[in-house]
T-cell receptor, first 114, second 115 residues
Framework: EPEVTQTPSHQVTQMGQEVILRCVPI?????FYWYRQILGQKVEFLVS????????KSEIFDDQFSVERPDGSNFTLKIRSTKLEDSAMYFC????????????FGSGTRLTVV | AQSVTQLGSHVSVSEGALVLLRCNYS??????LFWYVQYPNQGLQLLLK??????LVKGINGFEAEFKKSETSFHLTKPSAHMSDAAEYFC?????????????FGKGTMLLVSP
């Protein structure tokens, strides 16, 4: 069964450092997403990406965050200057199409900012 | 704006007992409805979804859910719990109004299954 692959599975970084979280969505999917889950809290939407541009973003997705699809397969989330409160599990997801489709999620990257 | 409420952050059942996880949504137009499961240290796996048609939908691992418009609910059930069902379950909604609308999740319910 096709999978969404995320790397690394765990990342520890010092406050103020830049991190890049990587995702390989399912190859025929057109819509890409990043979500995050702070420990003990709900899964929160960060950003959606379609046709090589951001289609929607939440208030969490401020200027410290950016996304890229640098080639035909990878989809990255960059946090420019990490803060302690960025510590969370970050999930990448992809979807074939419209609103009636569910997403396929990756296994997540656990980011710890120290 | 749409929202999802999951009653009970933790639900405990005995193996073989009925599982009932509650989900209510708030939306001006009935949304698409989803249940996801998250096993420890894993990602979110789609259990089932309701988009249109029959209001009782069946998913993987013996789970099913019924969309009740009058009650704005989409409760998840399984007739007989198994130890392997222990996980966190998330109800989610997605607006019908947009071709690429985002998923909005509830806070999740941890299902604990005892022998």
């Amino acid at each position: 069964e096709p999978e969404v692959t995320q790397t690394p599975s765990h990342q520890v970084t010092q406050m103020g450092q830049e991190v890049i979280l990587r995702c390989v969505p399912i190859s025929n999917h057109l819509y890409f997403y990043w979500y995050r889950q702070i420990l003990g809290q709900k899964v929160e939407f960060l950003v959606s990406f379609y046709n090589n541009e951001i289609s929607e973003k939440s208030e969490i997705f401020d200027d410290q965050f950016s996304v890229e699809r640098p080639d035909g397969s990878n989809f990255t989330l960059k946090i420019r200057s990490t803060k302690l409160e960025d510590s969370a599990m970050y999930f990448c997801a992809s979807s074939e199409g419209g609103a009636n489709y569910g997403y396929t999620f990756g296994s997540g990257t656990r980011l710890t900012v120290v | 704006a749409q929202s999802v409420t999951q009653l009970g952050s933790h639900v405990s059942v005995s193996e073989g007992a009925l599982v009932l996880l509650r989900c209510n949504y708030s939306s001006s137009v009935p949304p698409y409805l989803f249940w996801y499961v998250q096993y420890p240290n894993q990602g979110l796996q789609l259990l089932l979804k309701y988009t249109t048609g029959a209001t009782l939908v069946k998913g993987i691992n013996g789970f099913e859910a019924e969309f009740k418009k009058s009650e704005t609910s989409f409760h998840l059930t399984k007739p007989s719990a198994h130890m392997s069902d222990a996980a966190e379950y998330f109800c989610a909604v997605r607006s019908r109004n947009s071709g690429y609308s985002t998923l909005t999740f509830g806070k999740g319910t941890m299902l604990l299954v005892s022998p």
